[in-house]
């Protein structure tokens, strides 16, 4: 049965969506100034331009185009104390100036929630009457490339693509106006959106699931829509009372913390040429100095020394604030790279050479050793970046593992035809003391083994593998991993790990009770391991080790 009726799921949505209908009250329409240009004029040289009026409905921009647009607000009686945002539409995406300082963005045309346009841009947070803006903004009338639901790389037929916008209109000028945010109304439909998502997560028999839909439901009964402002406002304080609890529940106290920063992935070069990337350091830099102004717990990485050089040459007011905020902990400059890049394309020295700038900029700029590597956009990552990154002081990740096992059986099901080959192509020296495969590291890390045999084990149902000799093979692999992983349990001679290893098997039998009978009762080795008693470990430990013997294995 579900948590929530699907009357309720309507109700709920429907109330959603009338609460989002109350996050902005416009108070006054923006009237614009403006000329376009195709130089990449600082805010000082726009300043000088020939300003026309521009009014609602303008058409402009040929490819490449900017128009440069000014305006002065001022506040009435109605914005006193009042949240004062924008909601701009100047035609394209825009790099915001207010008061002679980078402000930040409009956004381009890749928002799926319509608010987003106007939450991020704050003029003030304690609106008083009479105050005034001066808004200078650069508004970029774009240029064609193939929408095609990701990266058109070719091959593509000779006219398949055509622009389908005019030269000199390829922007219009919308409405843009000035009011009043109503933060009340926004939080508290963060509140709901968040619990309806972690509700949707959660089993149905969850009782933290059950509260959550107990409290969405009184949402819905203590929000009275159809009165005036001030006693919505209140309303939507008490729904958010309400809520409080089922927001502030933690999970149990051996459940991970998981602490989330913000970044903005810059690309230096993809669908746009490179000073509309030195436009993007601006909007993307000064929107998140606001952020940090407005959050005190916020926190934010941005990596890419290349992206820092473009603002500091074109922006350095902007550089210099980012700075002050990277000094005071706020904003965290780190990632060792120059740039982003791919890793499996460029040279080990190309890649060197990306560490060695990097890692020279972020010392003698900001003051900072940079510690690790900052890479969320890569499509694939070289085997080499482990070695690369220890050679040049970085920290290797402690919590992570390959799995190298689970690569090679888990596609095994779709194999048909395997061929060994006597060559020699792979040389492994084994002696360091702290390699992975030594004894005594691999029980330290027994953790990890136990994770990876787990894995191994739901991952394919052997039932379902027809062909008797893949299914033999594949039983034979798990055999391997699991008889290694029990062997180092024993080995350890700790209580905690010989519960372990009783665990490990009691998950076999439980996800694949075929493949438990025949491990436990049918092999040599599952027998071994399971003969009771100290005598018993010590006689698994000798037929362990004759095996490594005959077989050769370390």
């Known amino acids: 049965m579900a948590l929530m009726h699907s009357e309720y799921r309507a109700r709920l949505e429907h109330w959603q969506r009338t609460l989002s209908q109350d996050f902005y009250r ?31 409905g303008t058409e402009w921009g040929h490819t490449w185009e900017y128009m440069w647009m000014c305006a002065r607000v001022v506040l009435p009686e109605a914005a006193q104390g009042e949240r004062i945002v924008m909601s701009l539409d100047m035609g394209g995406e825009a790099t915001l100036f207010v008061d002679g300082r980078a402000f930040g963005t409009r956004r381009a045309e890749w928002v799926s929630v319509p608010h987003h346009y106007i939450s991020d841009n704050v003029l003030t947070l304690h609106g008083e009457a ?66 309806s998502m972690l509700m949707d997560e959660l089993p149905e028999d969850s009782l933290r699931a059950s509260k959550i839909a107990d409290g969405l439901e009184e949402y819905t009964r203590i929000v009275d829509f159809e009165q005036p402002p001030q006693a919505r406002d209140a309303d939507y304080r008490r729904a ?11 999970n149990g106290s051996t459940a991970p913390l998981m602490a989330a920063v913000g970044n903005a992935h810059l690309d230096l070069a993809w669908l746009w040429p490179m000073q509309e990337t030195h436009r993007k350091t601006a909007r993307t830099f000064a929107a998140q100095l606001r952020l940090l102004e407005c959050y005190p717990e916020y926190r934010f990485i941005q990596s890419q020394p290349a992206a820092y050089e473009m603002c500091r040459e074109h922006y350095p007011e902007l550089y210099e604030r980012i700075h002050r905020a990277a000094k005071d902990g706020r904003w965290i400059a780190e990632g060792a790279m120059y740039v982003e890049p791919d890793t499996n394309m460029p040279s080990g020295e190309a890649l060197v050479r990306q560490l060695v700038y990097g890692k020279r900029f972020y010392r003698e700029q900001f003051g900072v050793e940079s510690r690790m590597l900052w890479l969320p956009d890569t499509f694939g990552y070289s ?16 919590h992570t593992f390959y799995v190298d096992e ?24 084994i002696g360091r003391d702290d390699q992975s495969v030594q004894e005594q590291v691999m029980i330290r890390r027994i953790d990890q083994a136990l994770l990876v045999n787990r894995l191994l084990v739901e991952c394919v149902d052997l039932q379902s593998v027809e062909d008797e000799h893949k299914r033999k093979y594949m039983r034979n692999y798990l055999e391997i991993i699991t008889t290694v992983s029990s062997i180092l349990l024993i080995k350890s001679g700790t209580q905690e790990n010989l519960e372990k290893k009783k665990e490990l098997w ?4 439980d996800v694949q009770p075929a493949l438990y009978r025949n491990l436990r009762y049918h092999r040599l080795l599952g027998r071994l391991l399971h003969l009771p008693g100290r005598f018993g470990r010590r006689v698994a430990i000798t037929g362990y080790r004759i095996s490594q013997k005959v077989v050769g294995f370390n």
Not at 241 to 250: A, D, G, K, N, W
């Open 406 to 429: 689970l690569y090679v059986y888990q596609p095994m099901t779709h194999v048909q035809t395997m061929l060994y080959l006597d060559e020699d192509l792979y040389h492994y020296f």
């Open 240 to 250: 958010r009372e309400r809520l409080r609890p089922l927001m502030e529940s933690r």
């Open 130 to 195: 009479g105050q005034t803006f001066n808004l200078l903004f650069e508004v970029y009338a774009g240029h064609y490339f193939p929408d095609v639901g990701g990266c058109a790389t070719g091959p593509v037929l000779p006219g398949a693509f055509a622009d389908p916008k005019t030269e000199g209109q390829r922007a219009r000028v919308g409405r843009s106006t000035f009011g009043v945010w109503n933060e009340d109304a926004y939080q508290l439909w963060m509140d709901v959106s968040t619990l």
């Open 506 to 509: 009691q998950y076999i039998k």
């Open 383 to 398: 085997a080499v970046l482990p070695q690369l990154l220890r050679d040049c002081g970085l920290s290797l990740p402690k």
């Open 26 to 56: 416009p108070l006054d329409e923006i009237c614009f100034e403006g000329f376009t240009t195709m130089e990449h004029l600082t805010p000082e040289q726009a300043e000088k331009g020939c300003f026309m009026p521009v009014k609602e």
